[in-house]
């Protein structure tokens, strides 16, 4: 591979784990971020506060041997604990015994992956600097710094589009002929909110990722080290429930009142917090080729999905491995960008569905007696049968070898045996004699 001289755009979760693997294997790295240092700063201006990480996530991690690092500052949930309406709580495993996902600060995981990868001497980051413009042909790329207001120019042999949903990579991209681009915005937005801890304590369970489902809107929480609880309401911008329609304290109050009651006696800020902190709009975006010359995108850049599966930076993780793969398996860019994009974007198509089937499942399945039964079976079958039946969220979240279009592949096929079998009679009071064995013989 004679490129020597990589540019980075983004010191963002997926450019600084980007930045490590191309170091490794002795390429000097260039990392461009528009936003001022995060180490001494200490604020962090991202957009949602923790993040769930998972073997996909881990396994590209550990690849570049950092995993125990970020170990460190995870707390594993094992379970989602659904909060009915009417306050009582109901604890569903993830997976079997001791899988579990993690909650992560997003900032935390961010400083921590860009400490690691400044240790290394061929990466450089290059803090408040915006790129502007890029020339596609000669790799030329424009910077303006945020304090000195200095422009500059460089010219890497290889750029590497690592800067999020809104990448100007992308958008110069877009300008080609043939650039396949689709954006679309959900008509759900979503705040940030805090259950804090009392007395250094948490005040709910703190293994465990809690879902308040109520159909058409949700609240989730996810623990940090500090003993508190990042909350994310999911709700429609517009309608009858919606953020357009809470706009007076009484009515927030109320709300929460009726249809979060436990949650809402833990949070003492929860009105100036929902005052303060902004609605935020959630966005999916393909787009294809990812790759233009000498030029590729990779993360969030690349496929931007709804955050209901857990997955948007486990899969600009698992990009980060992949690409790895390819370096070892060709020796031109030329290929190995090709054979990257090829093999990365019907995985990035699939988890897009997924997440975007998920909220369902979130918001409201979880909450119902049937889905419930399934996943009990579903479980039980996993017992008896862990090579020929994993469940979808399995193959998700802690099969990081079975690829998420394989996985929805095999989760359709599943969806039509389930069917089935909870349509057997008595299936309620029987499923735990059964052995499904037909039911597998025919998938
Ligand atoms: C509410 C919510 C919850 C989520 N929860 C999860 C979860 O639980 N699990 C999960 O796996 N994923 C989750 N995600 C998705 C996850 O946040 C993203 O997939 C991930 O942040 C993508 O990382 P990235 O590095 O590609 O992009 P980003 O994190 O967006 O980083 C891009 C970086 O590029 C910089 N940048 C942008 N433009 C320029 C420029 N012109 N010049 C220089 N720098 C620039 C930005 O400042 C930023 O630092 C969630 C997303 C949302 C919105």
């Given at each position: 591979m004679e490129n020597k001289n990589i540019s980075i755009l983004g010191a963002g979760l997926v450019g600084a784990l980007a930045s490590i693997y191309f170091a490794k294997r002795g390429f000097k790295v260039d990392v461009f971020e528009k936003r001022p240092d995060f180490r001494i700063t200490n604020s962090y201006g991202g957009r949602s506060i923790?993040?769930?990480?998972?073997?996909?996530?881990?396994?590209?991690?550990?690849?570049?041997?950092?995993?125990?690092?970020?170990?460190?500052?995870?707390?594993?949930m094992y379970g989602r604990m659904v909060h009915y309406q009417d306050g009582q709580t109901q604890?569903?495993?993830?997976?079997?015994?001791?899988?579990?996902?993690?909650?992560?600060?997003?900032?935390?995981?961010?400083?921590?992956?860009?400490?690691?990868?400044?240790?290394?001497?061929?990466?450089?980051?290059?803090?408040?600097?915006?790129?502007?413009?890029?020339?596609?042909?000669?790799?030329?790329?424009?910077?303006?710094?945020?304090?000195?207001?200095r422009n500059s120019t460089i010219n890497p042999d290889l750029v590497l589009g690592a800067d999020g949903a809104f990448s100007v990579l992308r958008s110069a991209m877009q300008k080609t002929d043939r650039f396949d681009y689709h954006q679309w915005y959900l008509p759900h937005g979503y705040k940030e909110l805090t259950i804090p801890a009392k007395n250094g304590e948490y005040q709910l369970e703190p293994n465990a990722l809690h879902i308040w489902p109520r159909g058409q809107f949700m609240l989730i929480a996810l623990p940090n080290l500090d003993g508190s609880f990042t909350c994310t309401l999911f709700l429609p911008y517009e309608g009858t429930v919606s953020f357009a329609n809470l706009h007076s304290t009484e009515n927030?109050?109320?709300?929460?009142?009726?249809?979060?009651?436990?949650?809402?006696?833990?949070?003492?800020?929860?009105?100036?917090?929902?005052?303060?902190?902004?609605?935020?709009?959630?966005?999916?975006i393909s787009c294809y080729p990812w790759v233009h010359n000498r030029a590729f995108l990779i993360g969030d850049a690349a496929h931007s999905i709804v955050p209901f599966y857990g997955q948007g930076m486990n899969a600009g993780f698992e990009d980060c491995r992949i690409l790895n793969d390819m370096m070892d398996n060709y020796n031109s860019w030329e290929d190995i960008l090709e054979n990257f994009q090829k093999s990365r974007k019907p995985n990035a198509d699939a988890i897009a569905e997924l997440a975007r089937r998920n909220f369902?499942?979130?918001?409201?399945?979880?909450?119902?007696?049937?889905?419930?039964?399934?996943?009990?079976?579903?479980?039980?079958?996993?017992?008896?049968?862990?090579?020929q039946w994993i469940p979808l969220y399995t193959m998700v979240t802690f099969s990081p070898h079975i690829s998420y279009s394989q996985a929805l592949h095999k989760g359709l096929k599943e969806d039509a045996i389930m069917e089935k079998i909870l349509n057997i009679p008595g299936i309620e009071e029987n499923w735990q004699e059964m052995d499904f064995k037909e039911y597998l013989d025919n998938k």
């Open positions: 923790n993040l769930a990480l998972s073997d996909r996530g881990w396994l590209a991690l550990e690849q570049v041997g950092i995993a125990e690092n970020i170990k460190k500052i995870s707390i594993p604890l569903q495993k993830y997976g079997l015994e001791g899988q579990a996902i993690y909650s992560v600060s997003r900032g935390l995981l961010n400083t921590e992956l860009i400490t690691l990868a400044d240790s290394n001497d061929l990466v450089k980051f290059h803090f408040n600097e915006k790129c502007e413009h890029i020339d596609l042909h000669t790799n030329e790329l424009s910077f303006v710094n945020s304090t000195t207001n927030i109050i109320q709300f929460f009142k009726d249809n979060f009651l436990d949650a809402f006696e833990l949070m003492p800020q929860l009105l100036e917090e929902f005052e303060h902190n902004p609605v935020s709009s959630l966005v999916n369902v499942e979130m918001s409201e399945l979880v909450a119902n007696k049937r889905f419930q039964l399934r996943k009990k079976i579903e479980g039980r079958m996993n017992t008896l049968y862990p090579d």
